[in-house]
């Protein structure tokens, strides 16, 4: 099992920015995961942000955050960051990171979670 820890969460205005972090602990999952980020706002079904392939780099992002949110990856720290900028209030939600097997939107394909962390973004 792979434990998964998110920080970076705030309130923030509109057009601001904010960092995310995830942190990985646990079995070695390194050299054939993907690691995502989802969110789900009140209401809301839980949908994709952004992942990434660990060992290649690959990222893949939602419509919604392209331009915006930059998802990358700390090998040495085991970590994964999203930078968002251009922040809206839409994008307000509680955020998640997840491991999974492969690099996709569907959340099925990942099954190891962190707890979330609150992203608010006040208009």
């Known amino acids: 099992q792979v434990q998964l820890v998110e920080s970076g969460g705030g309130l923030v205005q509109a057009g601001g920015s904010l960092r995310l972090s995830c942190a990985a602990s646990g079995r070695t999952f390194i050299s054939s995961a993907a690691m995502g980020w989802f969110r789900q706002a009140p209401g809301k079904e839980r949908e994709f942000v952004a992942g990434?392939?660990?060992?290649?780099?690959?990222?893949l992002y939602a419509d919604s955050v392209k331009g915006r949110f930059t998802i990358t990856r700390d090998n040495a720290k085991n970590t994964v960051i999203l930078q968002m900028n251009s922040l809206k209030p839409e994008d307000s939600a509680v955020y998640y990171c997840?491991?999974?097997?492969?690099?996709?939107?569907?959340?099925?394909?990942?099954?190891?979670w962190g707890q979330g962390t609150q992203v608010t973004v006040s208009s």
């Open positions: 997840a491991v999974g097997g492969r690099l996709t939107h569907s959340e099925n394909a990942y099954d190891s």
């Open positions: 990434i392939r660990w060992s290649v780099g690959i990222t």
